[in-house]
């Protein structure tokens, strides 16, 4: 018997957890590549200011990492407490992922705490640094592991259903699914480019502040370089996955679009408010979305009218797509226009108004990063396993779900405002300046 308040309560709840997850996860996954990135232009480059970049991240990550670890344990927890159908069900085909995540983890923290605590105890920046590798492919790893189960959840297969049995399981057919390359790639190369311009928006905090340091510019100008790369790579992943949605999830993708109708040279639609099934205020791109759909500008794009109503996901998510891909754009720019800028030795990139830009490039991405779980979510629905359990089917039917609800959110907002207290007061109580002094005064006293 289906609990309606409790299936609610368990969106709600599934969806305040993983919005507040994500973003440590995000950081999680790219911090340690940005960390292995600068350690390595510094040994490269015998440049001490990229080993200290190096070195001062790390701290920082630890502190998101130690949240993360809390935020993913509530996860697993909810799996099993929110939707047990789904979990007896789905955790038959699909634990292998699972498992492998946890694995991924625990490479990643051993080599982490080595990495932590061997800091000046090599001859060689280069025998450090390569302790840095298994850190970040473990970190990519437990992504890609838990992307791989969403990714199930968007194209089930992997087995068979007889007589209310499942038979003929195969974990690796279940773990490789369409949906799996484009949604573990858009995964990726999201958190690489987010974590660049958290990073580079704290940087250009240091600048407002007054901050000239050659570190931060250095910072700065490496970090941009970064973002440019993966929100270029974003945005051809997302072409990708336009293409695998008009292949498997042809009614998500006309919902993203407002697409209504089945029609050949389909145009794209930006922005826009809906009034019923008219659109206003919309930008109208021709032929665009049977290009990004087929890469053919008179292919057919399925609509919204070939689809039974209560197969229809939410059509605001409409809205979640325009922001995802106008932030993406956007950042794009922003990284460019800096790179030019700098090349070229223009002085607006000094200015207070460019570094404000810059500054809410981080709040931005993790923005797009919030819309982009909201949009692969909210779009499969009905469905919790398309096509074969729609989420009212895997939710429980605890009436206690609105009171864990409360408790979390008190969690997780302990979790944030203390993290972000604790980040403070760390980099705060040693700034840069005073670690460069400090480890100048150090070199000095060691040549004497």
Not at 11 to 36: C, D, N, Q
Not at 154 to 163: S, T, Y
Request: proline share 4%; glycine share 6%.
């Amino acid at each position: 018997m289906i609990n309606e308040s409790a299936v609610f309560w368990s969106r709600v709840l599934t969806e305040v957890t993983l919005s507040f997850h994500i973003i440590y996860a995000t950081i999680g996954v790219g911090i340690p590549l940005m960390i292995m990135i600068a350690q390595w232009v510094g040994y490269k480059n015998n440049d001490e200011h990229y080993i200290l970049l190096a070195r001062r991240w790390t701290r920082g990550f630890v502190i998101t990492v130690a949240v993360g670890v809390v935020t993913g344990t509530a996860i697993g927890l909810q799996l099993s407490l929110l939707w047990p159908n789904f979990m007896e069900l789905a955790g038959q085909v699909i634990a292998l992922p699972l498992f492998m995540e946890t694995f991924a983890f625990f490479f990643e923290a051993i080599f982490l705490g080595i990495y932590l605590y061997t800091w000046d105890r090599f001859d060689s920046q280069k025998k450090h640094m390569l302790l840095l590798i298994p850190v970040a492919i473990g970190a990519s790893m437990s992504a890609v592991f838990i992307t791989i189960v969403n990714s199930f959840m968007n194209a089930p297969q992997g087995f068979e259903i007889l007589d209310g049995e499942l038979v003929n399981i195969q974990p690796l057919i279940a773990m490789f699914n369409p949906a799996m390359p484009t949604k573990v790639a858009h995964v990726l190369v999201t958190a690489y480019m987010t974590s660049a311009f958290i990073l580079a928006s704290i940087t250009a905090v240091r600048f407002l502040k007054g901050s000239d340091h050659i570190y931060h510019k250095k910072a700065m100008y490496l970090l941009m370089k970064l973002g440019l790369i993966f929100s270029i790579a974003s945005a051809l992943i997302g072409d990708f996955s336009g293409k695998y949605l008009a292949e498997y999830q042809p009614e998500k993708l006309a919902a993203a679009e407002w697409h209504f109708e089945t029609e050949k040279g389909a145009p794209l639609t930006l922005f826009g408010v809906l009034d019923g099934e008219e659109i206003k205020y919309k930008i109208t791109v021709p032929y665009a979305l049977s290009i990004l759909a087929h890469s053919n500008p008179n292919a057919e794009v399925i609509g919204l009218n070939e689809f039974p109503e209560d197969e229809i996901p939410p059509l605001y998510i409409h809205y979640l797509f325009n922001i995802m891909v106008f932030i993406g754009m956007l950042m794009v720019l922003v990284s460019l226009v800096y790179l030019m800028a700098k090349s070229r030795r223009w002085a607006f990139i000094k200015t207070k108004w460019f570094n404000w830009v810059v500054v809410l490039g981080g709040p931005l991405s993790i923005i797009a990063i919030e819309a982009g779980w909201w949009l692969a979510e909210v779009g499969r629905q009905p469905w919790i396993l398309r096509g074969l359990m729609r989420t009212e089917q895997g939710a429980t039917t605890s009436d206690n779900v609105d009171l864990m609800l409360v408790l979390f959110c008190i969690l997780y907002l302990v979790l944030g405002i203390g993290s972000i207290i604790v980040l403070r007061r760390m980099f705060r109580s040693n700034p840069i300046e005073k670690e460069i002094a400090d480890r100048e005064s150090e070199k000095g006293g060691i040549a004497r």
